[in-house]
């Protein structure tokens, strides 16, 4: 495993402004499995982030955490670990509208990382372009209260407005009992929408209850694209214990098979590294690479999950 991949401590630094990590707050996993689950070649991560390096890209003033630092470096390290060939990079909320970071590391990837981007409403025709060229294909819709304040609905719809021209997708973050009051807004956006981490179900529900099956209705009447991820967020039994429990977060996966079996066209898989916000366990990113296999039992929906989804949606028209 690469020299790189060493998490931060995340204090301040002596001498700096460098603000101290959020207390509480786990480190990304210094020293991941290497899976048993082999990917295919040209397999896309369509769900990361990377935070700072504080010190060369400050987090926003108006961020709900601090974390520790994940560079470009880091995640290029545990790809490679892992062999994952292409990337995602989402706006983390730490950085609020400045994606600086996020830019940096997709410019310096030589076009094998997308970039999904945080912007505001009066943002200048000029930046979109850049941003685009830069290969930012989408905006984030962050709807989690404890990760952003509300943004006004009539600012989202200004923002959508201004970014399907240029072919770019919505990504949306909510809880599932939020979907009831938001879906219409969704069904009414002008630009196709994905869906971080299966709509955040409460899987201690039925997976044919009623929340899944109206998430499940929603994606279908809106050709909607889902992320197959984050069952360290959504699980509830949790990791595999030590004591030879067979598959990890067990309880999270007839909601990922649901989903890969009703659209397996649509769907998509990313680690979410350097997993924000977790306060319980962080997921060994190698265990996150074999849980593929359980939600995605056949060659073809591993293929289409992991390799022709990704490059249809991020690099439509390139071979990977
Ligand atoms: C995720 C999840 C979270 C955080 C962020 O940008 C972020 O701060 O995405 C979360 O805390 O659920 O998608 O990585």
Redesign the pocket.
Known sequence: MSALLHASDGTAAAGSSRSPKTPGWLDWYCNPSRPTFRLPPGAVDA?C?VFGPQAQFPFAPE???T?CDASKDQLRALHDHLGVSRCVV??????GADNSAMLDTVESSGGMARGIATIRPDITEAELRRLDAAGVRGV?F?F?K???DASPKDDLAAIAARIAPLGWHIVL?FESGDLPELEDFFGALPAPLVV??LG?PDVTQPVDGPQFTRFLRFVEHNDVWVKV??PE?LTVTGPPALDGQQHAYTDVVPFGRRVVEEFPDRVLWGT?WP????KDHMPDDGLLVDYVRTVAVTAEQQHKLLVDNPMRLYWPGEAC
């Open positions: 769900h982030h961020r709900k955490y974390p989402v706006q983390a909320t730490c950085h984030r962050n989690l404890r990760l952003v973050y971080d981490h955040r991820t984050c967020r979410d997993h924000p916000n977790l």
